[in-house]
């Protein structure tokens, strides 16, 4: 287990352009995990989860338009816009070290970080503590990123690794588009935890052969890891995504119109994942497969 305090992925975020139960039950289709949780926050948006255990995909809806229209903030408003992912939360079992290490690490480059930010649900009693540490993290090319240390709803949410339906087991790492790949990868490598998430940096003109298409700076994939990466793509492909070219080996499904999401999908050992986060994160994380599957 690495002594540096460091994070690791935990939740790509995007918005969709669907009702949002819409949106899950099309996910849920293809045979993923979701989350039962649907959160609703102002200004007039609702939030979904697609387990990638224990990590996650978020997905944003607009429920109430006038409310988003009267508050949204001009970043807020872009995002949506986007039709892609366009920020990403890291998850640390302590914010404020990674705080501390990275300011330590920074400062003498000119670079402050801000300060560390706490927030509580509205359910929380007073004089609990709060529910949420967060961070950002400006230096960060490619993308919004934050760090999250979650005390809510407690450490059990974290005890699981979950098998979906369709061989899903783990999300892998992602692609990033990037002015600069060997700037952008010293700057991530500074706060990511080794060995647990792959994290890919190409220009515009290294992407553009590869997917078939330009994409200006950001997260342009998500890659996945499966049991079985054909019944994975069968079930995607059933729900409304469409095939690509693959990706170097790697099954290749282009972005949903509904949220611009592009996923890559190779196959993985749900033992040999847990070792290496067993041996970077000291994790020990229990296996949790669908209810009708044999083992």
Same mark, same amino acid.
């Given at each position: ?56 995909? %978020? @997905? ?29 939360? $890291? ?10 290490? @990275?300011?330590? %690490? ?33 230096? @960060?090319?490619?993308?919004? &990123? ?25 999300? &892998? ?60 793509? &069968? ?18 499904? @282009?972005?949903?119109? %509904? ?14 994942? $847990? ?21």
């Amino acid at each position: 287990m690495t002594e540096r305090p460091l994070a690791r992925l935990n939740n790509p975020i995007t918005f969709a352009d669907a009702p949002l139960e819409r949106h899950l039950d099309r996910y849920r289709r293809a045979g993923f995990w979701l989350s039962d949780h649907i959160a609703d926050w102002d200004p007039g948006l609702r939030t979904g989860f697609v387990d990638l255990w224990p990590e996650y995909l %978020e @997905l944003l809806t607009v429920a109430d338009e006038d409310a988003f229209a009267d508050r949204a903030d001009p970043d807020l408003r872009h995002d949506r816009a986007g039709g892609r992912i366009h920020a990403v939360e $890291l998850y640390s079992e302590d914010t404020t070290a990674v705080h501390a290490a @990275l300011s330590g %690490e920074l400062s003498d480059e000119g670079v402050t970080l801000p300060v560390v930010t706490e927030a509580s649900l509205a359910t929380t009693p007073p004089g609990a503590g709060p529910d949420f540490y967060f961070l950002d993290l400006p230096q @960060l090319p490619g993308t919004r &990123a934050t760090v999250m240390t979650s005390t809510f709803p407690g450490t059990a949410m974290r005890r699981y690794l979950k098998v979906a339906p369709n061989g899903v087991f783990a999300l &892998a790492g992602l692609t990033l588009v990037v002015e600069d790949p060997e700037r952008a990868g010293a700057a991530w490598a500074r706060v990511t935890a080794p060995g647990v998430h792959g994290l890919r940096f190409l220009t515009t003109r290294q992407w553009e052969p590869a997917a078939g298409v330009r994409e200006s700076p950001g997260v342009v994939c998500l890659h996945l890891l499966s049991e079985d990466p054909g019944r994975t793509l &069968a079930a995607m492909l059933e729900a409304g995504w469409t095939r690509g070219h693959d990706l170097d080996g790697r099954i290749h499904l @282009l972005p949903h119109p %509904e949220d611009g999401v592009r996923f890559t999908v190779e196959r993985g050992s749900v033992e040999e994942w $847990l070792a290496a986060r067993r041996e970077v994160l000291g994790e020990e994380l229990e296996v949790r497969y669908p209810p009708d599957r044999e083992r």
